[in-house]
């Protein structure tokens, strides 16, 4: 997701606490220490406590009360105030800590010590389990003589005893150099390869010339051989690489290693049953991110908790959320929904891409030569709905349907029709923390014209799908996107803005002509009517093309329209032409992928890897998979399986963007409640979770302190703390679900 994550620290109480207050330390220069009494020898001074901790001297240490019963890290925590940071200058951070009881979790930051109270390095380690003496380095993104450092130990239900000493922050140190364990040089899709589709790896070495490979079953028998070939140096990753092709191999078993230049891959399998697996825990994804309901633990072992935002203290709740200061005279009910990533935000824009292709991974599974509609039907997925006679992916979808349809303002108000952009705290909130536990005032925030489409859109697209099993739903879902598209019609250009991105992200997006041709699209899709045909015939977007490196997101949504006007039935001017321009750009990314040497459909322009980068590969191979339903070409077919590949693998980093499948995938991604990293009484993301991915941005503090200059493959790390790089969210899960169901059909 395109958008700048913040995390504040809600430490509105600390500043009346403080035990004492000294000037602030000299600018930072080689090796300066910013930290004043960071050994505690005669005084506590000037370090402060919130007013509920209370703190003294105990063995040379600061040693704090810490209260229980709080919901919150930051609710307790002792820090200090007025440090000097100064921006790209690299930092040493450094403490022992100890808790009585062991065991407790504390929140180390480095941060601002006023409003909007940003994080620039964080970590959280489990006390007297993780050791007691810590050092970490990070950069500054900022320069400002109002920083802190502080250690926050709230969120437990008991008291218990925080002693601390040895604080130094350290400016002036040489940044350290984070080297990737990125394990053996063959690098292939640890999961599964089809046995009938292509199998290929890539093999880093310093040889120039063919070297020797053999595939090896799970005894170790050598079961087919063949020489790489030189592919010189990778750009996406800076790496002199070999290309294995091993597709003509078409035997099945598990734990198969490839073998070349004196070492061996990871362990993979050939066969299907692990791409059905894939599809449902892809899908399974959505109903632990559902607010507004108690997940079940026998639904979802492990992964039971409250429901979130129903009003139930601490919760303030979304069942009657007030607009933004000024911005409206009324409340709605807007609970239910899918939680968007990592925070308890919930974004109509970026809910509506989401729903959209998990309503298209079905329609497909309908109207594809290979697709079995039976492998997402009624009970696939153990969702509450299981065994009402509708498929559970429609159930699963209609949850976040439903939410998008409450934030339609009503009518009689001003802007009546259009949909409001977002809901969601007042302030950014820390991790890890429940939905349930979230104690924040929940805000409706303005209508925007890209909201109203993407309402308008998966409303008229529910309307044809849901029709066969609830037509009371389908009429409702039409009406409403009717009533949106007239109110876009009327306001065609209100526009989230940029700025608005205290506590979620912003979504801004400043051009709505994609999502007035996708609107169109669907709305002629559901109702034949000539409005609708002519506004998609007389876009400019119609004849554009759309297909670029970066691939569709839910601020390029015109390929929604596209696609689905290929692929659903239809008696639209021109559709020749329509699919024509699928199967060309799937030519165009199949030529990408064939270039690239670690074979996925994605080359951003100068090798600058984009937020939500493993999606978008996805994404690209969605246009592949579509091109081979539109033409039965093996070729699109061919080149979309090997794109799953890269996000399961074969990858400069060696890992699997999915958590729970392959040896060693990512599955610390940034969430406040899959969140094992911080708190080991909650779970990792559950099994079916993509990871965001390489992003050469690298926009947090904990990824610049580590991935400084680093070359695209490389702008990743798998750490809760990167949430540029890794979290995890309904619009990429959304693009991996489709992409694995259409593999599982292709077995």
């Known amino acids: 997701m395109k958008r700048r994550r913040t995390t504040a620290l809600t430490l509105a109480a600390l500043l009346g606490a403080a ?25 506590t001074a000037p370090w402060w406590t919130t007013a509920n901790v209370t703190a003294g001297l105990s063995g040379g240490q600061l040693c704090a009360e810490v ?75 900022v320069d400002t003589t109002e920083g802190q450092v502080a250690l926050q130990a709230g969120g437990s239900a008991d008291a218990w005893r925080l002693c601390m000493d040895d604080v130094s922050l350290l400016g002036g140190v040489p940044p350290e150099v984070y080297e990737p364990d990125t394990g053996p040089r063959v690098r292939v899709n640890q999961v599964a390869y089809l046995p009938s589709g292509p199998k290929n790896a890539t093999l880093v070495t310093g040889a120039t010339g063919k070297l020797p490979w053999q595939l090896k079953n799970a005894r170790g028998g050598v079961v087919a051989h063949g020489r790489t070939v030189p ?27 490839l073998v070349a230049d004196g070492e061996a891959s990871r362990p993979f399998d050939i066969g299907t049953s692990a791409y059905e697996r894939l599809r449902l825990d892809a899908l399974k994804y959505y109903y632990t991110q559902r607010s ?10 492990g992964y039971a908790r409250p429901a979130g935002h129903l009003g139930v203290a601490p919760n303030r709740g979304d069942l009657d959320v007030p607009c933004q200061a000024g911005g ?28 959209w292709e998990l309503l298209s991974t079905y329609e497909r599974s309908q109207l594809a030569r290979t697709g079995r509609p039976a492998k997402l039907g009624d009970g696939t997925l153990a969702v509450p709905e299981s065994g009402n006679k509708v498929p559970d992916i429609l159930d699963e979808a209609r949850w976040e349907l439903e939410f998008l349809l409450s934030m339609q303002v009503p009518a009689g108000r001003l802007l009546a029709g259009m949909a409001h952009h977002k809901v969601h705290d007042e302030q950014w909130t820390g991790l890890p923390l429940l939905p349930s536990d979230d104690p924040q005032q929940r805000e409706l925030h303005p209508p925007s014209t890209a909201a109203t489409l993407n309402l308008a859109a998966t409303a008229a ?13 389908a009429a409702k879902a039409l009406t409403a996107a009717r009533t949106a598209w007239s109110a876009a019609l009327a306001h065609p250009e209100v526009y989230a803005s940029e700025s608005d991105a205290t506590g979620g992200g912003a979504y801004a997006d400043a051009d709505a002509t994609d999502e007035f041709y996708w609107a169109a699209a669907e709305l002629y899709l559901t109702t034949g009517e000539k409005q609708f045909a002519d506004h998609v015939t007389g876009s400019p977007v119609h004849t554009a093309d759309i297909f670029g490196p970066l691939g569709l997101d839910w601020s390029r949504t015109a390929a929604a329209g596209r696609l689905d006007l290929a692929t659903v039935p239809s008696k639209l001017p021109g559709r020749d032409r329509v699919r024509r321009s699928v199967v060309q750009a799937a030519g165009r990314y199949l ?42 070409a093996a070729k699109y077919r061919d080149g979309a399986l090997q794109s799953m590949d890269y996000v399961l693998g074969r990858n400069a980093l060696n890992i699997s963007y999915v958590t729970g499948y392959g040896e060693v995938n990512s599955h610390r991604q940034h969430s406040r409640w899959y969140a094992r990293e911080l708190d080991p009484e909650l779970p990792d993301p559950p099994p079916g979770t993509l990871a965001g991915g390489p992003n050469s941005a690298i926009q947090d503090p904990y990824a610049q302190s580590k991935l400084q200059g680093c070359v695209g493959q490389f702008c990743y790390i798998d750490d809760i703390q990167s949430w540029s790089t890794n979290e995890t969210a309904i619009n990429w899960n959304a693009a991996l679900a489709r992409m694995a169901s259409f593999v599982a059909d292709q077995g």
């Open 461 to 473: 697209q529910a309307a044809r799908l849901y029709r066969p099993y609830d037509r009371r739903f």
């Open 67 to 141: 209260p229980g019963g709080t919901a919150n890290r930051w609710d307790a925590a002792v820090g200090q105030n007025d440090i000097t940071l100064v921006k790209g200058e690299s930092y040493r951070f450094t403490f022992t800590a100890n808790g009585s009881p062991a065991g407790h979790v504390v929140r180390a930051i480095v941060g601002l010590s006023v409003s909007p109270y940003d994080t620039y390095f964080e970590v959280s380690p489990q006390l007297s389990v993780s050791g007691d003496a810590y050092t970490y380095t990070f950069t500054s993104p």
């Open 231 to 257: 592919r010189g140096v990778d750009a996406s990753s800076g790496q002199n690489v070999h290309s294995i092709d091993f597709g003509g191999y078409r035997g099945r078993g598990d734990g198969f290693t």
């Open 591 to 632: 030529d990408t992928l064939e270039a690239q040497p670690y074979g996925m459909p994605y080359a951003p322009e100068g090798n600058r890897y984009d937020w939500g980068s493993s999606h978008q590969v996805l994404n690209n191979a969605v246009v592949l998979a579509t091109a081979y339903d539109l033409t039965g």
């Open 328 to 355: 409206c005279d009324y409340r709605l009910d807007v609970s239910g929904g899918w939680y968007d990533a990592g925070d308890h935000g919930k974004y109509v824009v970026n809910g509506g891409i989401a729903t």
């Open 292 to 301: 507004g309901i108690a997940i079940r633990d026998d639904l979802r072992p």
């Open 19 to 43: 035990l004492t207050a000294l000037p602030a330390g000299p600018a930072a220069a080689d090796e300066v220490e910013q930290i004043r009494n960071g050994t505690f020898d005669t005084t």
